[in-house]
């Protein structure tokens, strides 16, 4: 980065060349998914073009843009005064993840951004105290201490209660509990056990997802006329597709005559809240 003085004596900074190169890998990390290695990988940079950059380089970067973000979305949702969140959670080889969203206003316009999604570790064990937070500690650090506290196998709804509370609203976004509870006005969820507890225990309404609702509302239109009406064209449709999908000699055919791909059924899919 560059360093140019103006004559009104302010000091601006221009990005060169290996600047760009380091935002090319970013780009790339954020919006296709490439693997944080990948900056070491002597066969990317050789058909990219680029240098190779230190993983802890590009690491810290990462997490310093994901600081920024959240400073941004916290002085976004303190201006807005009121919101709400979405969430949902599912659970991969013992490991349970959630996403939470924040739902507000903000000049007119309604603002939904992605708060936090990671796995979901043992808040219930350790309060805002427990974490070291000063001016003097690098990015990775920052988060590398809280990342690294032990998880946990017991997704409880005192569990999710406390991980919204402490790091999410509280370490992420800076939210006190008086200032969280004058914020958050309900969670939007769907309606199991957990969910509507952890509404509860943080003595806010539990709104149901309608997308939830509709989507079983679908699947059991589908299994009561399974013989007759719209359950029996999905199986006629579902026959269909597994008959494509099953045979390149079909596929094939198919190819000539569309650009679609056939798929089969998923009844687990909903429409995004």
Same mark, same amino acid.
């Given at each position: 980065?560059?360093?140019?003085?103006?004559?009104?004596?302010?000091? /601006?900074?221009?990005?060169?060349?290996?600047?760009?190169?380091?935002?090319?890998?970013?780009?790339?990390?954020?919006?296709?998914?490439?693997?944080?290695?990948?900056?070491?990988?002597?066969?990317?940079?050789?058909?990219?073009?680029?240098?190779?950059?230190?993983?802890?380089?590009?690491?810290?970067?990462?997490?310093?843009?994901?600081?920024?973000?959240?400073?941004?979305?916290?002085?976004?949702?303190?201006?807005?005064?009121?919101?709400?969140?979405?969430?949902?959670?599912?659970?991969?080889?013992?490991?349970?993840?959630?996403?939470?969203?924040?739902? @507000?206003?903000?000049?007119?316009?309604?603002?939904?951004?992605?708060?936090?999604?990671?796995?979901?570790?043992?808040?219930?064990?350790?309060?805002?105290?427990? /974490?070291?937070?000063?001016?003097?500690?690098?990015?990775?650090?920052?988060?590398?201490?809280?990342?690294?506290?032990?998880?946990?196998?017991?997704?409880?709804?005192?569990?999710?209660?406390?991980? /919204?509370?402490?790091?999410?609203?509280?370490?992420? @976004?800076?939210?006190?509990?008086?200032?969280?509870?004058?914020?958050?006005?309900?969670?939007?969820?769907?309606?199991?056990?957990?969910?509507?507890?952890?509404?509860?225990?943080?003595? /806010?309404?539990?709104?149901?997802?309608?997308?939830?609702?509709?989507?079983?509302?679908?699947?059991?239109?589908?299994?009561?006329?399974?013989?007759?009406?719209?359950?029996?064209?999905?199986?006629?449709?579902?026959?269909?597709?597994?008959?494509?999908?099953?045979?390149?000699?079909?596929?094939?055919?198919?190819?000539?005559?569309?650009?679609?791909?056939?798929?089969?059924?998923?009844?687990?899919?909903?429409?995004?809240?």
């Amino acid at each position: 980065m560059m360093k140019k003085w103006l004559s009104s004596g302010e000091q /601006i900074h221009i990005p060169n060349d290996e600047d760009a190169d380091l935002l090319m890998w970013i780009e790339l990390i954020v919006t296709k998914g490439i693997p944080l290695e990948s900056v070491r990988d002597e066969t990317m940079r050789k058909y990219l073009g680029k240098k190779a950059y230190a993983f802890e380089t590009v690491r810290d970067v990462l997490l310093a843009t994901q600081f920024l973000v959240e400073k941004a979305i916290a002085a976004e949702m303190k201006e807005a005064g009121v919101g709400a969140i979405v969430h949902d959670g599912w659970t991969k080889y013992s490991a349970h993840y959630v996403c939470v969203l924040g739902s @507000y206003m903000r000049k007119d316009m309604h603002c939904l951004r992605m708060l936090c999604c990671k796995e979901m570790t043992c808040i219930n064990q350790w309060t805002m105290d427990d /974490i070291r937070d000063t001016d003097d500690m690098t990015f990775a650090e920052r988060y590398d201490q809280v990342d690294n506290i032990q998880t946990t196998s017991s997704f409880t709804a005192e569990v999710h209660a406390a991980w /919204i509370k402490t790091d999410v609203f509280g370490r992420r @976004y800076g939210f006190s509990d008086d200032q969280r509870k004058a914020w958050l006005l309900c969670q939007v969820a769907d309606s199991c056990s957990t969910n509507v507890k952890t509404a509860r225990l943080l003595e /806010i309404p539990h709104v149901e997802c309608q997308n939830h609702l509709l989507n079983n509302e679908v699947e059991a239109m589908v299994e009561n006329t399974s013989n007759t009406g719209a359950g029996k064209i999905c199986n006629q449709i579902h026959g269909v597709m597994a008959k494509a999908k099953c045979s390149n000699k079909n596929m094939a055919v198919l190819k000539t005559l569309t650009k679609l791909k056939p798929s089969l059924e998923n009844g687990q899919a909903e429409l995004p809240c």
